[in-house]
């Protein structure tokens, strides 16, 4: 979770001190290569000059190809064995870079992007940073007591962790539902009220 919080921090900071920089490349450059000591903030990075460059080349046309390579390099670097990485490189990093060119190759592909919009996958992007934030504490409550208790009374393993999952996805969707409703959503229209008071915009 500290990583969730650190990186978005991290985001955040980018892009308020740095988004109108010339020169930003230079600074995803060096951060890139700093991230190597710390690689669990690999992917935050990958995701900022991802966008980065999806801005800047917004109005070229898209190339289905392209799109297609670089979402099947991403798919494969985020996904490569531990076993077979080089000597300095983590999943974390391996992780990071695949995302980076995963979401290079989703701007690129046509095809991709009207699958992306599908509304349902639309209304899961919406929901996926209350997601990411109420899951873990789930799974290591509810779900991990589920399990045991399952478990306890002679379940199969196989059967106690897919009961588990079964019941726990629609309370992990639940929550998540409530939290961008009552949480997020208020926070988010706060926020944007703050920056045009700021602003003056």
């Known amino acids: 979770m500290n990583v969730i919080i650190f990186g978005s921090y991290l985001s955040?900071?980018?892009?308020?001190?740095?988004?109108?920089?010339?020169?930003?490349f230079w600074l995803y450059g060096g951060l890139f290569l700093l991230s190597f000591a710390v690689p669990m903030y690999t992917a935050f990075l990958g995701g900022?000059?991802?966008?980065?460059?999806?801005?800047?080349?917004?109005?070229?046309?898209?190339?289905?190809?392209?799109?297609?390579?670089?979402l099947?390099?991403?798919?494969?670097?985020?996904?490569f064995p531990e076993v077979w990485l080089p000597s300095g490189i983590t999943v974390f990093s391996a992780y990071g870079i695949?995302?980076?060119?995963?979401?290079?190759?989703?701007?690129?592909?046509?095809?991709i992007q009207s699958w992306l919009e599908k509304r349902w996958l639309v209304r899961a992007g919406v929901l996926s940073f209350a997601l990411?934030?109420?899951?873990?504490?789930?799974?290591?409550?509810?779900?991990?007591?589920?399990?045991?208790?399952?478990?306890?009374?002679?379940?199969s393993y196989g059967w106690a962790l897919t009961a588990t999952v079964v019941l726990s996805v629609p309370v992990v969707w639940l929550a998540a539902l409530v939290f961008e409703s009552l949480v997020e959503r208020?926070?988010?229209?706060?926020?944007?009220?703050?920056?045009?008071?700021?602003?003056?915009?």
């Not at 980018?14 to 109108?20: A, H, K, P, R, T």
């Not at 099947?72 to 996904?79: F, H, K, L, R």
């Not at 799974?139 to 208790?149: E, R, T």
């Open 12 to 24: 955040y900071g980018i892009l308020l001190f740095f988004g109108s920089f010339q020169r930003r």
């Open 48 to 70: 900022i000059v991802a966008a980065d460059l999806v801005v800047i080349h917004s109005g070229r046309p898209a190339a289905e190809s392209r799109g297609w390579l670089l």
């Open 72 to 79: 099947s390099a991403g798919m494969v670097v985020g996904n």
């Open 98 to 111: 695949g995302a980076f060119l995963l979401l290079l190759g989703c701007s690129e592909s046509r095809s």
């Open 132 to 155: 990411i934030l109420v899951h873990f504490t789930i799974l290591m409550s509810l779900s991990a007591w589920m399990f045991l208790k399952l478990c306890a009374i002679g379940i």
């Open 186 to 201: 208020p926070t988010e229209r706060f926020s944007h009220w703050l920056f045009r008071k700021i602003t003056g915009e």
